[in-house]
C-alpha cells in the first residue's frame, strides 16, 4: 500500500479554531490567526500532533490536530494568562500528552504537562529553577515525567520533574558542571543517551582567550555527572562557533555538529564524543562541506538501522542559496558526494525528519517571484530525489516565516509548521508528492444483508481530486485478498463522477471467510494512482454455522442511508469494543453545528439516528456535512448532503 504524509504548517497562532469539511488545495485554516514566535510540532501517537507555540499576548498555547485536519480540542493555555513567556522546548510525555518548557519574564524556569484531552496537570506550571540564563531544555523520563537541563550563572543546572509535576531537587536546581559564562542564549542542547542516562551540551567561556567553547556532561537517572565535574571539551578551536545541534550515537555517547569560522566562511563541523567522553574524530571536530560560502543552522539525526548520521544545513554556495545535506558514517567520512547534496533550491528556514525507509523528508520556506511558498523534497538513502522536482504543498506563505518544523507522525505521515499570519494544515502524500488527500479514505466493508451470501458491499469517500475544478482521478480499482496474504486481485471497478462517496457490491470466493478490501484511484497515468487503507470483511450465508464475523479491529463509518436526505439518515457506526460515541456535525465552514452523544452501543455495527436538526433543534440547512464520530479512543468522519 502506498505512503502518504501529512503536513501540518502552523504559521502563527494555536488558538481554538473548527473542523475542515475537506483538504483544501492550498491548505486549510484549523488555527485562527494571530502571532505565534515559534511553533512546535510533537506527534500525538495517534496520528495527529500537538501544537505549541505563542498566541498574540505571547502566552504559550496547545493546541492538538486530528490526522483529518480539525483541532481535538480548544486550545489549552500552558500556566497562567500572563505574558512574556518563551517556549524553549516541547517534548512527548509518554503517555499520549506533551510537556512543555517555558520561561517567564524574569527567567524563571517552568515546565507544563498537558494531557491527551487538553487538561493541564501540573496547576498552572511547575516552577524548577529561579532566573537564570539559557533553558530549559527537556528530555522525557517516559514516566510522564521529564528531565531539565539549564545554564545558570556559574553551573549547568539539572532538574527531574515526577509525572505528578514534584520536582526531585530545590528550585536552584542539582549542578552537574561549572561554567562561566553568564548570557541568555538558546544554545542549550539536551538528549536521552539511549542507556538511560542524559548528555547536555553548552557554551563555555575559555579563560585563556575568552571564546565560547563546546562542552557536554553525561549524567545518570539521577543527575550524576559521568564525565567529570566540569564535563568534557567537544570543540575550543579559538574561532566563533554557533547553531549547534547534538544526536545520540546509541551507545551512551553522542554526536554534536555546529557552524565555526576557522575558514574565511562560516562552514559546518562536527565530533563524535563516546560513553567515556573522548573524542573520536580530528580534536576540534570534522568539516561536513568544506566549501566557499556560509554554512548555517545545521541539523543532525541519527540513523537507526546502522551507524550514520544525517546532516543537513543552510548553504549559500551559489546564488539563492539553499539546504544542502551529508550523510557521514561512524568515522565522521562523507558517504555521499563531498560538499554534500543540494535538497531543496533557494530554500532558508528548513527541517528534516527520517522517513521508515532509510530516506529523509525535507520542508523548507522558499521566496520565489515575490511570493513565499512552503516546499518540500524526499530523498532516499542515497541522496537521491525520490519526487523530481521540488512540490511547492503551500503557496504564498507570509513573508514573515522565520523557521520551519518537521515531526515524523506514524511511519506514514508528517507534520510540519512555520511561523507566519494564520495557520495552515497541509497534507502531502508520501510517494508521488501530492498535497491534499488524494487517496480514498473512509472503506468500509460488510456482508449485504439484502443477499443470500456470496457477496459484500464495499463504500468509500471519493478521492480529493475526484472533484471539479482539479478533477484527476478517471476510475476506481476495488481489490480483494484472503485476509492477512496481500495476494491481491481486482474484485471491481468503477468510473469517477464527481461524487462524494461510492459503493460497489462485489462477489466473494466463499461464504464466512474473511477477505481483506482495498480501493485504489487511478489516474490517466498508470503509474501515478494512490491507495485507500485496509479493511477486512466477509459474506455471511444464511444457515447459521456456528461461525462469528470477524471482529472490527478499529472505529468505522459506514455511509448514512439515504444520503442526500431531507428528514433524516441512519449512521453506520462499527465500534472496536462496546462503549460510548460522541457524534459531531460540522457544516463545510468548519463550525459545529450538532452535537450528539449516544450510550450502550455494542462492538460491532450499530445504528445511530440523525434528525436533521441542531442542538437547537432547528432544521439544518440543505447542504453539504461532515460528522465525526468519537469512540474507543479513536476518531473517524464522513461526508453527508442535506437536501430540503
Known amino acids: 500500500m502506498k505512503r502518504s504524509i501529512l503536513i501540518l504548517i502552523a504559521l502563527i497562532s494555536l488558538n481554538a479554531a473548527s473542523a475542515s469539511a475537506d483538504w483544501p488545495l492550498y491548505g486549510a485554516h484549523p488555527l485562527g490567526s494571530g502571532d505565534d514566535l515559534m511553533p512546535f510540532v510533537v506527534p500525538d501517537g495517534n496520528g495527529g500532533a500537538f501544537l505549541v507555540g505563542n498566541n498574540p499576548g505571547d502566552a504559550v498555547i496547545v493546541q492538538r490536530i486530528n490526522g483529518d485536519g480539525t483541532p481535538a480540542w480548544a486550545g489549552a493555555v500552558v500556566g497562567t494568562a ?26 524563571d524556569g517552568y515546565a507544563q504537562r498537558v494531557s491527551a484531552g487538553g487538561q493541564k496537570l501540573w496547576a498552572n506550571g511547575i516552577k524548577m529553577y529561579d532566573a537564570c540564563c539559557a533553558g530549559p531544555a527537556l528530555v522525557a523520563t517516559g514516566d510522564g515525567g521529564a528531565v531539565a537541563f539549564f545554564q545558570f550563572a556559574s553551573f549547568i543546572g539539572f532538574q527531574r520533574i515526577g509525572p505528578a509535576g514534584a520536582p526531585l531537587y530545590p528550585q536552584s536546581g542539582h549542578p552537574v558542571a561549572a561554567t562561566t559564562v553568564n548570557q541568555f542564549t538558546p ?4 538528549i536521552g543517551d539511549a542507556m538511560g542516562g542524559y548528555i547536555v551540551m553548552w557554551k563555555y567561556q575559555d579563560a585563556n582567550d575568552g571564546i565560547d567553547d563546546w562542552h557536554a556532561q553525561r549524567v545518570d537517572a539521577n543527575g550524576n555527572a559521568l564525565w567529570g565535574p566540569n564535563g568534557v571539551v567537544v570543540n575550543d578551536y579559538p574561532v566563533l562557533k554557533e547553531d549547534p545541534d547534538i544526536a545520540p550515537d546509541g ?15 562560516l562552514n ?42 544525517l546532516v543537513a544545513w543552510r548553504d549559500i554556495r551559489v546564488p539563492g542559496g539553499g539546504t544542502y545535506a551529508q550523510r557521514i558514517n561512524i568515522n565522521g567520512g562523507g558517504v555521499w558526494p563531498a560538499g554534500g547534496v543540494r ?39 542515497y541522496g537521491t530525489s525520490v519526487w523530481g522536482a521540488d512540490k511547492t504543498v503551500v503557496s504564498q506563505v507570509v513573508s514573515s516565516v522565520s523557521a520551519t518544523g518537521v515531526g515524523l507522525v506514524d511511519g506514514n505521515h508528517v507534520f510540519a509548521c512555520a511561523p507566519g499570519v494564520g495557520g495552515v494544515v497541509q497534507r502531502v502524500e508520501l510517494t508521488h508528492g501530492e498535497p491534499g488527500r488524494p487517496e480514498p479514505d473512509g472503506v468500509v466493508a460488510a456482508d449485504n ?27 476506481y480499482t476495488v481489490y480483494r485478498a484472503p485476509a492477512g496474504t496481500g495476494s491481491w486481485v481486482p474484485a471491481g471497478s468503477q468510473p469517477a463522477r464527481y461524487s462524494p462517496s461510492y459503493s460497489l457490491l462485489l462477489t466473494t470466493p466463499e461464504d464466512n471467510t474473511p477477505y481483506d478490501w482495498r480501493v485504489r484511484a487511478l489516474t490517466s497515468n498508470l503509474n501515478v494512482f494512490w491507495e485507500s487503507e485496509v479493511v477486512t470483511a466477509a459474506s455471511s450465508a444464511p444457515v447459521a454455522s456456528g461461525i462469528t464475523p470477524p471482529a472490527l479491529s478499529r472505529l468505522t463509518l459506514g455511509a448514512n442511508v439515504p444520503n442526500p436526505f431531507g428528514a433524516s439518515t441512519a449512521l453506520r457506526v462499527g465500534l472496536p469494543v462496546a462503549g460510548t460515541a460522541n457524534v459531531d456535525v460540522f457544516d463545510v465552514a468548519g463550525r459545529r453545528v450538532a452535537a450528539r452523544r449516544v450510550d450502550g452501543l455494542n462492538a460491532g455495527w450499530n445504528t445511530i439516528d440523525f434528525d436533521g436538526r441542531d442542538d437547537d433543534g432547528r432544521r439544518l440547512a440543505s447542504g453539504v456535512y461532515i460528522v465525526r464520530v468519537r469512540a474507543a479512543g479513536q476518531t473517524a468522519t464522513h461526508k453527508f448532503v442535506i437536501q430540503r
Open 268 to 309: 559546518i563541523y562536527a565530533q563524535r564524543i563516546d560513553a567515556s567522553g573522548n573524542r573520536m574524530w580530528a580534536t576540534n571536530g570534522v568539516g561536513i562541506a568544506p566549501v566557499s560560502g556560509n554554512q548555517r543552522v545545521p541539523r543532525v539525526l541519527r540513523e537507526t538501522s546502522n551507524p550514520t548520521w
Open 449 to 475: 444483508p439484502q443477499d443470500q451470501g456470496g457477496a459484500v458491499l464495499v463504500q468509500w469517500n471519493a478521492s480529493q481530486l475526484d472533484a471539479r475544478p482539479n478533477t484527476r482521478i478517471t476510475s
Open 187 to 190: 544554545d542549550l542542547r539536551a
Open 82 to 107: 500572563d505574558y512574556g513567556k518563551y517556549i524553549s522546548d516541547v517534548v512527548a510525555d509518554g503517555a499520549g500528552g506533551v510537556i512543555v518548557g517555558y520561561t517567564i519574564t524574569n527567567n
Open 251 to 265: 551507545t551512551g555517547g553522542f554526536v554534536a555538529v555546529w557552524s565555526d569560522g576557522r575558514n574565511p566562511y
Open 343 to 381: 535538497m531543496i533550491s533557494a530554500a532558508s528556514f528548513f527541517d528534516v525528519v527520517l522517513d521508515e525507509s532509510g530516506g529523509s523528508l525535507f520542508a523548507a520556506k522558499v521566496s520565489v517571484a515575490g511570493k513565499v511558498e512552503l516546499r518540500m523534497q524526499r530523498f532516499n538513502q
